[in-house]
Nanobody, 114 residues
Framework: QVQFVESGGGLVQPGGFLRLSCAASGSIYSIYAMGWYRQAPGKQRELVAG???????NYADSVKGRFTISRDNAKNTVYLQMNSLKPEDTAVYYCNFVTRQQYWGQGTQVIVSS
């Protein structure tokens, strides 16, 4: 069984910042990629950023230059530093771990509003 602890979401003003973290524990092995997805109301879930255990990253065009993904392989933890937040970044953010299957965190709400 795999458990996730996501944290760091909340309400922030436009231009502000947040740092999300997601730690996996339990029976999860051979992780080769971690990532963050988000889902806004009425929209499909979309990839925000991904990182392999080797450190290769990729980002959605909408967040390039503003968001940074990082990971701690030893702690099975993935982070997302979000700067210069915009109202359109408002969504539920889910962490994702890829082994032979995909695992999802429970989600954390991010609201960007004045």
């Amino acid at each position: 069984q795999v458990q996730f602890v996501e944290s760091g979401g909340g309400l922030v003003q436009p231009g502000g910042f947040l740092r999300l973290s997601c730690a996996a524990s339990g029976s999860i092995y051979s992780i080769y990629a971690m990532g963050w997805y988000r889902q806004a109301p009425g929209k499909q879930r979309e990839l925000v950023a991904g990182i392999t255990t080797g450190g290769t990253t990729n980002y959605a065009d909408s967040v390039k230059g503003r968001f940074t993904i990082s990971r701690d392989n030893a702690k099975n933890t993935v982070y997302l530093q979000m700067n210069s937040l915009k109202p359109e970044d408002t969504a539920v953010y889910y962490c994702n771990f890829v082994t032979r299957q995909q695992y999802w965190g429970q989600g954390t709400q991010v609201i960007v509003s004045s």
